[in-house]
């Protein structure tokens, strides 16, 4: 094999990179939202006007899973027929998916935990709600840090 061909498989782990984005950032995404909202539905049972204000985690944990949009589509932009796609550019793709798609799983995770006992909290002591944001904003930036991560990947 010269440089000048690409094995018939070097699309596949470019495939594999643009599924795993939308695949593990949507199931953090989903957990965190899932999550979130057994705790919005726990304290909106004592506190309903606080309903509307209970709403950011899940909409914390549905932006993870646009970073995981956005890379799938560039990765699957990206993806050619293999002559013209290398195997190099297949592990890149690769590695920029799984890198946006691990990292919104965990912080789909971290928004769903924090979500829960966040809005359960602040409905017996509505001072917490700032520390609550605070501590969703530190658990989103880790899916953009794997969105930054999976976007200098894509571009190499």
């Known amino acids: 094999m010269t440089d000048d061909t690409a094995p018939v498989?070097?699309?596949?782990?470019?495939?594999m990179g643009a599924a795993s984005a939308i695949v593990f950032s949507?199931?953090?995404?989903?957990?965190?939202?899932?999550k979130s909202g057994v705790g919005i539905s726990a304290m909106a049972v004592m506190r309903p006007e606080l309903i509307m204000k209970s709403i950011i985690p899940v909409v914390m944990a549905g932006i993870?899973?646009?970073?995981?949009?956005v890379v799938a589509v560039l990765i699957a932009s990206g993806?050619?027929?293999?002559?013209?796609?290398?195997?190099y550019k297949g592990f890149l793709h690769l590695g920029s998916g799984?890198?946006?798609?691990?990292?919104?799983?965990?912080?789909g995770f971290a928004i769903g935990i924090v979500?829960?006992?966040?809005?359960?909290?602040?409905?017996?002591?509505?001072?917490?709600?700032?520390?609550?944001i605070l501590i969703l904003i530190f658990a989103e930036v880790l899916g953009l840090y794997g969105?930054?991560?999976?976007?200098?990947?894509?571009?190499k």
Do not use: C, E, H, W
């Not at 993870?64 to 949009?69: E, K, T, V």
């Not at 993806?79 to 195997?87: E, F, V």
């Open 9 to 15: 498989y070097s699309a596949f782990f470019g495939v």
């Open 26 to 34: 949507s199931l953090g995404a989903a957990y965190g939202t899932a």
């Open 64 to 69: 993870i899973a646009i970073y995981g949009l």
């Open 79 to 87: 993806i050619n027929p293999p002559p013209d796609y290398k195997l």
């Open 98 to 107: 799984l890198s946006v798609g691990f990292s919104g799983l965990a912080a």
């Open 115 to 132: 979500g829960d006992a966040g809005v359960r909290g602040t409905a017996q002591q509505p001072r917490l709600f700032v520390g609550m």
């Open 147 to 155: 969105l930054i991560v999976a976007i200098y990947l894509y571009t």
